[in-house]
């Protein structure tokens, strides 16, 4: 069954096509969250991830034959993200450390995030890439790049983008104004 074949018939729908594009790539996508050195259930959830922003992008696939690197590329983004994430925790070995966690809310909070934030934190999350998606090159991949390789400098983002050294900070200031204001006359439409 052809990607194009395949999209329509799952947009029409049909179990069988959705079943053979899990078929088709839930090995490489597993494959690719695996080099972020994620726990079980974390693989399992940038991978579902990945399948769930396809559900919600399935309509706006223009290349078909592009569906394989867009969902690994999207699995990356979801990897990364819960990579960092759970860079950032802090865990508790110390019993006399949970104590402080209850006497300092904001410590407390920290440790155990509202819900409703962690929801709000996600959708927040969403709308960003979504407008970095609408976004024209160089925005677009200088955000990616960005995302994916928090750890690089400037000089190999530069080069990564194939432009020069001197022209990479300018150039990520021009396009963090225009996703500023992209996203705030976002905010701003009813």
């Known amino acids: 069954m052809s990607d194009q074949h395949a999209i329509d018939a799952a947009l029409a729908g049909d179990q069988a096509a959705w079943d053979a594009l899990v078929n088709r790539f839930s090995g490489p996508l597993w494959s690719v969250v695996r080099a972020y050195d994620l726990s079980a259930a974390d693989a399992a959830d940038a991978v579902q991830g990945a399948w769930l922003r396809l559900v919600e992008s399935l309509h706006t696939i223009r290349d078909p ?51 409703a934030v962690a929801v709000l934190t996600a959708d927040e999350g969403r709308r960003l890439w979504r407008a970095v998606e609408e976004m024209h090159e160089p925005c677009r991949s ?29 150039t990520r200031g021009r396009c963090l104004n225009r996703l500023r204001t992209m996203l705030t006359a976002q905010e701003a439409t009813p």
Request: no cysteine; hydrophobic share 40%.
């Open 65 to 115: 034959d592009r569906i394989g690197p867009w969902l690994f590329t999207t699995a990356k983004r979801e990897a990364a993200l819960l990579s960092r994430r759970n860079r950032g925790e802090r865990l508790i070995a110390d019993p006399a450390d949970a104590e402080h966690a209850r006497a300092d809310p904001a410590l407390a909070e920290h440790l155990h995030p509202d819900p």
């Open 142 to 170: 200088l955000f990616r790049l960005m995302a994916t390789s928090p750890e690089a400098g400037v000089h190999q983002l530069a080069g990564r983008l194939g432009m020069p050294r001197g022209s990479y900070g300018p």
